[in-house]
């Protein structure tokens, strides 16, 4: 199965932030502030005749010890990488609070910012850049070639295996598409999203078992991402492991992916495991919450039409016939019910 929402699959990028850097970037804000205060007050209480000094030295330490805890499962090239390139600013922050002047703590982020503008422009090859732009304008014969070029140039860029992978799989090139996928896991064996690409040709190919491990590694991982819990869930469902693919479905529901159609699927999954376990009260919560991404519908029945055949394709299309009639279903109910709701004032008069 293809990325079953989407067609041609969009690949998850190593760029994109996943749900801890989001809960990050809202934490931080507070936490940073609350933090310098308390360091404040420390170095006050040790060191009050050299305070700018001291909480300068303080913050960049503390910088630093952060930017290693947040970098711990990197490998360690990019670590160093990271280190080098955040070295102007922490120079900058350390000597401006020390003097207090404002042009040393300007400079230092400024070069720092530099750096990294240099350092993606050389780290991202352009024929990669211009082969996932033709890619996702449906034009794959082209970026097929260039993620080539990309390949010969490149052949430790990890990244451009994954999107060929992803290329072969539009076609419906499932031998070349997993041998891609897999060179890419080889290039980067801690690569989730490389993980998820083997994962979606392994189901396009219905062999579930093989998903389910390489699912496995990718929650493993990167335990944040909600849909490569949704593709776990989705393997366990297709082996009948209904307990499994309950925990995992729920999972992807709580980490809200916030992309309609997979809300949707991921919805409709979880219920139908639910039923099979005959947890009809659950089941019936599940069947409520799903009515709301029923706008997600429609996108689903056009994008399946664009999808190339694979032995996985006839099982999506009956469960994708099976979610409509459901949604029609539950239409028509709360059509019933809300005429039965208008005729119920005219019936009380008549029997007053």
């Known amino acids: 199965m293809k990325n079953q929402p989407n067609s041609p699959p969009k690949p998850i990028s190593p760029h994109s932030l996943n749900q801890k850097e989001l809960r990050a970037s809202t934490l931080l804000p507070v936490v940073i502030p609350v933090g310098i205060v308390l360091l404040g007050l420390v170095v006050w209480l040790i060191a009050p005749d050299d305070f700018n000094t001291g909480l300068a030295i303080a913050i960049s330490l503390s910088l630093l010890l952060f930017l290693l805890y947040w970098t711990r499962r990197e490998p360690a090239r ?176 709580k980490r809200a992916p916030h992309i309609l159609e997979y809300e949707l699927w991921m919805h409709y999954y979880l219920w139908r495991c639910l039923k099979e376990l005959g947890r009809e009260t659950q089941a019936a919560e599940v069947h409520a919450q799903m009515q709301k991404f029923v706008e997600g519908l429609p996108y689903l029945q056009a994008q399946l039409e664009q999808q190339p055949e694979t032995p996985h394709l006839p099982l999506v299309r009956a469960d994708l016939d099976d979610l409509a009639q459901e949604l029609i279903r539950e239409e028509h109910q709360e059509v019933r019910s809300s005429k039965m709701g208008e005729k119920s004032p005219a019936t009380n008069k008549e029997k007053e």
């Open 78 to 253: 990019q670590r160093v990488i990271a280190l080098a390139l955040a070295v102007p600013a922490l120079v900058g922050l350390s000597v401006g609070m020390s003097n207090g002047r404002i042009t040393p703590i300007l400079l230092g982020f400024g070069l720092t910012g530099l750096l990294l503008v240099l350092h993606r422009a050389v780290s991202i090859p352009i024929s990669y850049r211009f082969a996932t732009r033709r890619y996702q304008d449906g034009d794959l014969v082209t970026a097929l070639a260039l993620v080539e070029k990309t390949i010969d140039a490149r052949p430790d860029f990890w990244e451009a295996y994954q999107l060929q992978a992803l290329i072969f799989l539009a076609q419906g090139d499932l031998p070349r598409a997993e041998r891609a996928a897999k060179e890419a896991i080889t290039t980067n064996p801690q690569s989730d999203a490389a993980a998820n690409t083997l994962g979606q040709i392994y189901l396009a190919q219905s062999q579930f078992e093989a998903a389910r491990q390489v699912y496995i590694q990718a929650v493993t991982q990167n335990p944040d991402h909600a849909l490569h819990w949704y593709h776990l869930g989705l393997c366990q469902y297709r082996l009948g492991e209904w307990a499994e693919a309950i925990d995992s479905l729920a999972g992807a529901t």
